[in-house]
């Protein structure tokens, strides 16, 4: 009590000396040096802790006068008058010691950040101020919650279906509604062929399997549930017995004992922070009236657009998801950042939580990583960002990874957020516009940004995210911003299992199925990530490697220009590099050479000289797939090239698959090569917005 009488003084002191944080005339030099180190807390900001970042000699004192559970001590003298002063609760480390890599962790800087506990009622900056006064205090920062990007799920009856099940290359039978792999635009009268990632194209290039080096992505979300059937084989199996027997099988939950409404967040005996997966239901509440209890499926459905398994004679196939039935070899970590909590009608995650999942996936040997959460509309630049713990995460799975993938380091996209609907102007989106992460901002299936989707010069990619007002079913009656009654121009992927989840809960309104629509940049995110982590497969499958920043390049230029669909109407909608193309991507790594034509309905002379060499000067021939044709509007294609010119016409730009051969043996040989053809639209439709 005295303690936090001492701090309201304090603060009252604070209120009679400025009127405003940043008002610095009435500060001395060193004051105002002080307070600079403080940034300043976004809206977010959870009341009741502040993190700090100290400086290398206080870290060594630290560490020689205070146990690894932490306490209310620092062992120096003038740091422990200040934590005193503000009523300090917890004081502890916020990335926990780990002796498997704790040199690694210290080479990144992760000792210095520790976080302090003190009564919600105090007032954030004025602890703040008192702390920064230290000067063994470095920077001084706040743990925010998060959001994730995902709309409202919606139930389908199974029974529903846009294509026949015949022309799917794999027996999933509900891969005839993902139109977001395949479009063939059936979704809507809007809807336009290619707006997808090209995945059966580049299935026919490649499909994860067994037989390739594995592949771990970290879906850090809600939990993933790893009992579901089409994602259990799939799921990463954790190699430490010791971690396995804790409950740490399939990933870990960094959320039931990090946040500071819980009465577990200080835990002496869980040094680690760190428990098993936990999907059970949450409460919903609405105007303070419960609502029933409902499923976290959130981070089920990202991971069944990465990798639900393909081929197994149930629901939906995965961008990554083999081809036996039986798994492949892209496999999903599951690091929960959310838990179940009755206060609020939705989960929430922290930056605290957030970043030591991101470090233990790194340690682990997750290459790749799903992120569909951040913050919306945050007035933060990168000088800012750099100053969270949830940065110093970000940069220790970029720059100490444990995978071999990509030499040592990982790859971390993030969804661009739902705040930017085209029709309101565009909103920047921490972390997604981090500079050493790439952003993903989301379209509908006609090609154009989905209704919802941020985006701007600080966007990297694009790919499907759905858009409900884009499918079939949708009527202008139905209210705007809300699912409705319709769904099936959303994305169609995995959710919390009735019948295998478990759960002692049970929901308002009972599911009776494990498959949902949603819509958000949340579902955007995880299809450039299954694009990703296939190529990353497929390189690995040909003992092909590449660094990070090469094979982020790969992905950039691995696109289809949205150009050409962007009218007036969008402004300046800056969508990064362009929608992301499967089938580019795993020709970009084999190598295959491409030939160009323009998708304006005219015949093309194409050489195939820079194809097939010497050899060109004979007869080729060149087979164009029913798919090839369908998918860019392939008018007329002349199966015979003499002396190696082809003649066709297309009208839909994209890029699709063909084979050109030798007609005739050349010393025995017939002479077959894959070629990668890309249709480019003449003039761009929109006078050059974009």
């Known amino acids: 009590m005295k303690r936090s009488l001492f701090l309201l003084l304090t603060v009252a002191l604070f209120a009679a000396c400025t009127k405003d944080f940043n008002e610095n005339s009435v500060a001395d030099a060193e ?5 600079a180190k403080i940034s300043v807390p976004m809206p977010t900001a959870i009341p009741g802790m502040v993190v700090l970042r100290v400086d290398e000699a206080a870290a060594d004192r630290i560490e020689a006068g205070v146990t690894r559970s932490g306490g209310t001590r620092s062992g120096i003298e003038s740091l422990d008058m ?8 917890n004081f502890h480390r916020v990335f926990p010691v780990d002796d498997r890599f704790e040199a690694d962790h210290r080479a990144a800087g992760l000792h210095l950040w520790y976080y302090v506990t003190f009564d919600q009622k105090s007032d954030l900056m004025a602890v703040a101020r008192v702390l920064s006064l230290d000067e063994n205090i470095e920077s001084l920062s706040f743990n925010h919650t998060q959001k994730h990007f995902g709309r409202d799920a919606q139930m389908i009856p199974l029974s529903q279906g846009t294509r026949a099940e015949t022309e799917m290359p794999y027996n999933d039978p509900l891969l005839p509604l993902q139109w977001h792999y395949n479009n063939d635009a059936s979704v809507s009268k809007i809807a336009k062929v290619g707006a997808d990632v090209n995945a059966f194209e580049a299935w026919k ?24 059937p089409d994602l259990q084989d799939n799921m990463w199996v954790n190699p430490d017995p010791a971690e396995v027997a804790r409950g740490l099988v399939h990933g870990a939950n960094f959320a039931e004992v990090q946040q500071p409404s819980n009465e577990d967040w200080y835990d002496p005996t869980n040094t680690d922070f760190v428990a098993p997966l936990n999907w059970e239901l949450t409460k919903v509440f609405k105007n303070g009236q419960s609502q029933g209890y409902a499923y976290m499926d959130h981070g089920s459905h990202v991971a069944g657009t990465i990798a639900a398994v393909n081929n197994n004679g149930i629901g939906v196939a995965g961008v990554a998801g083999g081809k036996s039935g039986k798994g492949g070899n892209v496999k999903i970590m599951s690091c929960q950042i959310y ?34 959460w951040g913050y919306e509309g945050a007035t933060l630049d990168e000088d800012y960002f750099k100053k969270m713990a949830v940065c110093a995460g970000i940069d220790y799975f970029i720059d100490f990874n444990k995978s071999t993938i990509f030499g040592g380091k990982g790859l971390l996209f993030f969804s661009a957020g739902n705040s930017g609907d085209v029709n309101k102007g565009k909103k920047t989106c921490w972390p997604g516009a981090y500079s050493r992460v790439l952003g993903v901002s989301a379209i509908g299936p006609d090609y154009t940004p989905a209704y919802y989707s941020d985006y701007g010069p600080w966007v990297d990619i694009s790919a499907p995210g759905g858009d409900p007002y884009k499918s079939n079913d949708y009527t202008s009656a139905a209210p ?19 019948k295998t989840a478990n759960t002692k809960n049970q929901p308002k309104t009972p599911r009776t199925d494990a498959y949902a629509w949603s819509c958000g940049t949340s579902m955007s995110c995880p299809h450039a990530v299954g694009v990703a982590a296939l190529g990353a497969a497929y390189a690995a499958s040909i003992n092909k490697t590449f660094t990070l920043e090469e094979y982020k390049s790969m992905l950039l230029a691995s696109t289809i220009s949205l150009k050409p669909y962007l009218s007036a109407a969008y402004g300046a909608a800056d969508m990064g590099a362009g929608a992301i193309d499967a089938l580019k991507l795993l020709c970009n790594i084999a190598g295959y050479p491409a030939v160009t034509v323009l998708a304006d309905g005219e015949l093309n002379e194409v050489s ?24 860019l509007g392939i008018t007329s294609s002349i199966e015979k090239a003499p002396q190696g010119v082809w003649r066709v016409s297309c009208t839909n730009p994209g890029v699709a698959l063909v084979t050109v051969s030798t007609q005739d043996p050349v010393g025995g040989t017939v002479i077959a090569q894959p070629v990668l053809l890309v249709a480019k639209s003449a003039v761009t439709s929109n006078g050059g917005w974009l």
């Open 480 to 498: 705007y911003n809300s699912l409705g009654s319709f769904g099936d121009g959303c994305v169609l992927s995995t959710i919390i299992d009735p």
């Open 608 to 631: 195939l000289k820079n194809v097939m060499g010497g050899v060109a000067v004979r007869t080729c021939m060149v087979k164009v797939s029913a798919e090839a044709t369908t998918r």
């Open 82 to 89: 200040r934590l005193d002063e503000v009523g300090v609760e």
């Open 31 to 35: 004051t105002q040096a002080a307070y």
């Open 205 to 228: 290039v490649f499909s994860a399997d067994e037989s390739a080096p594995e592949i771990i992505v970290a879906v850090v979300d809600e939990p993933v549930q790893a009992t579901h």
């Open 339 to 372: 838990r179940p909590i009755e206060q609020s009608h939705e989960t929430e995650s922290n930056d605290i939580c957030t970043a030591r999942a991101l470090v233990w996936a790194a340690d682990r040997g997750a290459a790749i990583a799903n992120n569909s």
